[in-house]
Structures are given as C-alpha cells and as structure tokens.
C-alpha cells in the first residue's frame, strides 16, 4: 500500500500538484482499485457520506445559491444517491469479460473484451450543481476502477469547502484527492497529464478545458449547455405542458442546463400556453411569487437583467428585476426577435421565451439552424411528431412530453453533441467512458499451417484470399 497521500489541497504551485498525481499512480499502479470488493465499497461509503451529511450538504447548498431543502435534494442528492446505488448494484456484471465470435478465418480461439481502468481521472464541477455534478462523476469513476481528483467549482464556496472536508473521511485518501482552487487551477492540474477529465460547465469554458486538455492529449467528456428548446404542439396537454415547464425552470432559479430554454408553441394555442406557464409560475411560488430568486453572482445577475432591458419581446409574466438582492423575478417573454441577446445566448436563468411557430416544419427549422442543444423537449400526443422531432433534430437527448427527467435515468447515457458537449456517462455509460475497452484474443499454437507464411506460392496465394 502506498503512503497515504494529503486528501485536499488548496491552490498549491504545480510541484505539489504534481506530486499529488504522483502519488495517485502509484496507488493505480499497485492494483489495489482494480477489484470489485474495492469499488463497491468505496460506492458504499460515498453512499454514507451522502446519508450521514445531508443536513450540511443542505445548508451548504443554502449558503452557496439560496437554494431551498427541497431543491436541494432533489437537485443535487437524490441524483447522486440514485447514480451511487445503480453502480453498487451492477458494477459487478459491468465490469465482468464480454464473449465476442470470430470469424472462420481466426480459429481456432477465443475472443473477449475486458474493461480496465484508465489510471487517474479528473472530475471539474460546476457551481449551479455543485454537489451532484463534481460526486456524479466521481461515481463512474470509482465503478470503473480509477482513482480521481475532485475539483469542485470555486463560485459554490461553501459546496467546495463541505467535499473536501467530507471525501477523505469516508474515502480511500491513497486513491481520491479534493484539490480546490478557480480556473488556474484547473488548467494547472490539465498541464499535468490525466488519463481522462471530465467538466461540466459552460461552452466557453468547455473549448478552454479542450485545449488545456489537449497539450498533455487527455481525452476529455464535456457536458455543457445551449439553448434546450421545447415544442408545443397545438395537441398538447396545455395543463401538463405549462406546469412541467414552469416546474424545471424555476429549479435553481433556471441556472440548469437543462432547463427549458425558450418554448416553441403552435399559433393557434401560442396565447393560452403563455397564460397558463404564467399561472403555473406563480402558483408555484405561492407567498414568494412576487419576490426575485436568487442568482448566483453579480456577473450572471447583470447578464441576465440586461437582457430583460434589451428584448423586443412583450413580457407577459414579471419583468423585474433587483440589484440590491441580486434577484430576477421569474419572466415570460413572448416572440423576442430571434437576433436578441435573450435568443442568441445560453439564458441560464428564470426568464422564458415563448416563439410563436405555424409549423412543425418550422419548428424544426428553427432548432436547426442553431447549435445542437443539449435536450430537446416536446409536448404532442401525435406519434408522427414524436418521430419527426426524434429522427429531424440532433440533441444531446430527447424527452416527450416532460422535461429533464432523463437525467435521473441512469439506464440512458447522458451528455451533449456539438457545442453542448461530448461524450456521455451516467450509470454504465460513465463505466465505459472512464474505462478501456481492451481486446484480447487467445489463439492455439496448433494447427500452423506453413502457407500463410513465405516464401508464398501461387496456390497459397490464391488459398489465402480465399480465406481472409
């Protein structure tokens, strides 16, 4: 067993980041997290610090975002509890040599796939989830095998401080480190050479991870954004529809990637979908409907109220916004001209623009001429449509009639395409991401038949096209 390594560091110069990496290969390199009786239980024991931590994860979560008890957990514990239990129960059959046949020309022998850890893994969270998205990853890659670093998002203070005072009492120190610190930091620890980096964020920081990545050639998996649309057909459940999406957009104060970004709603029930998103807004809210929600920091409030002063739209719901408590009343827009900031930027927040659309046709054009988002969402009772949307818009991921609950199916691989992102995990999905695929194959020395080597003559020439 290796020396036990110092489980956090705070923004340390490249010698101390360097030896921590050290450490850690050595640690790999010794096999000791290569069993499954080892990963299980280091799933097991992430599973208790959720369990036994839950009331500081909360307050932490408060503390960072104003988040409520409840958002909390259903943001940022359910989804980490629910990813860490689906591991625990089949990283055994993950991780277990897959049969693959041979052709006539190969045998006889056996052929097999097996998984194997990549080494040292880099886990980057962000700020808006910052519990769930830096241990989600961090649950792949135990069940595969690695061990990891931890960067937890520097704009979540009280979430970074929390996970790196929790991780090394309940976790294998020789194997998980927590290494805090901003953005130098991260490109710091790139420099170093991982065997693989996982970041959820934005886009704009995603193509900085890339190229920071790209010097040491770690491959990376980049969950980032966009502008997730929804379509509402004019069959829709009106009801369901403007509750489903009032309900994700308002979660976090909208500051989810993938919370609906703007509605695509058919003409004929463009004006009774907004009155009724509106409603669901508010009813939701209750006592609090007339009051802001929170955002994060100066830099996203002023972003986020600048493009209330800057749409072209007609507001129908809230509108306002405050400074002094840094806070956004949750908004509707309708038909903002495509050019505003509002609909050529990630929104990230709670304002909802709604698009008038005559057309599915158009509908699709319009999420078609943008970047790929992360999710696409609809509402429609018409399969036909259901198999337009599917097969004629690229996304990340699709959910009919509701939104975001693929997230919490740890069945379906999970990540972006294009500017949303590369890569997928979630479930066995991040396994495989996190592990090597090796191929083996086992032949026999007997028979040998001497044409396959030279001098070749024509009739083994002839021979052997037959059979390769």
């Known amino acids: 067993m290796t020396d036990t390594i110092p489980p956090t560091l705070a923004a340390g110069d490249v010698t101390d980041l360097g030896d921590l ?19 299980v239980a280091q799933l097991k024991a992430l599973r208790r610090l959720v369990d036994e931590n839950e009331p500081r994860i909360v307050q932490a979560l408060a503390d960072d975002l104003g988040r409520t008890p409840t958002d909390a957990w259903l943001g940022d514990i359910v989804s980490t509890t629910g990813e860490i239990d689906y591991a625990i129960k089949r990283v055994r059959w993950w991780m277990r040599k897959r049969p693959r046949p041979l052709p006539l020309n190969q045998q006889p022998a056996l052929a097999w796939v097996q998984y194997e850890p990549l080494g040292v893994v880099l886990a980057v969270g962000p700020w808006n989830y910052p519990f769930y998205l830096a241990l989600g990853p961090l649950v792949a890659a135990l069940a595969a095998g690695n061990c990891a670093v931890v960067k937890p998002s520097e704009l979540a203070p009280a979430t970074s401080a929390l996970i790196a005072e929790l ?20 490109q710091t620890l790139l420099s170093l050479g991982f065997d693989h980096a996982l970041f ?3 886009t704009e920081v995603g193509r900085k991870i890339m190229a920071g990545a790209a010097a040491t050639l770690t491959p990376v998996t980049l969950e980032l954004g966009g502008k997730s649309p929804v379509y509402v057909a004019a069959d829709a459940d009106l009801d369901v529809a403007a509750r489903r999406v009032a309900w994700v957009k308002l979660l976090n104060s909208g500051q989810t990637c993938i919370a609906p970004d703007y509605v695509l709603v058919d003409r004929s029930v463009r004006d009774e979908f907004a009155h009724k998103v509106s409603d669901a807004l508010r009813a939701f809210r209750g006592a609090d409907a007339e009051r ?4 994060v920091n100066d830099r996203q409030f002023e972003r986020l109220a600048g493009y209330l002063r800057s749409t072209t739209g007609l507001i129908v719901h809230g509108g306002l916004s405050n400074a002094a408590d840094r806070t956004i009343l949750p908004t509707v827009v309708v038909d903002p001209d495509p050019h505003d900031p509002v609909m050529t930027d990630e929104i990230f927040g709670p304002i909802l623009p709604v698009i008038t659309v005559d057309s599915l046709d158009e509908a699709i054009a319009f999420v078609r001429e943008r970047p790929k988002p992360l999710a696409l969402y609809a509402f429609t009772s018409s399969r036909h449509t259901r198999k337009r949307l599917a097969d004629e818009v690229p996304a990340g991921g699709v959910v009919f009639n509701h939104i975001a609950m693929h997230v919490l199916v740890p069945q379906l691989p999970f990540g972006g395409v294009g500017d949303s992102g590369m890569g997928a995990y979630h479930g066995e999905w991040g396994f495989q991401a996190l592990s090597h695929r090796k191929s083996v194959l086992s032949k026999t020395t007997s028979p040998d038949p001497r044409f396959v080597y030279p001098p070749y003559t024509d009739k083994a020439l002839k021979l052997m096209r037959r059979i390769f």
């Open 167 to 186: 991780v090394p009492r309940y976790l294998d120190t020789s194997a998980v480190a927590v290494v805090e610190g901003d953005g130098a930091t991260t």
């Open 200 to 202: 959820t964020g934005g």
């Open 21 to 39: 990496l050290d450490r850690l290969r050595e640690a790999h390199a010794s096999g000791r997290t290569r069993s499954a009786t080892w990963r």
């Open 292 to 295: 802001g929600m929170p955002i």
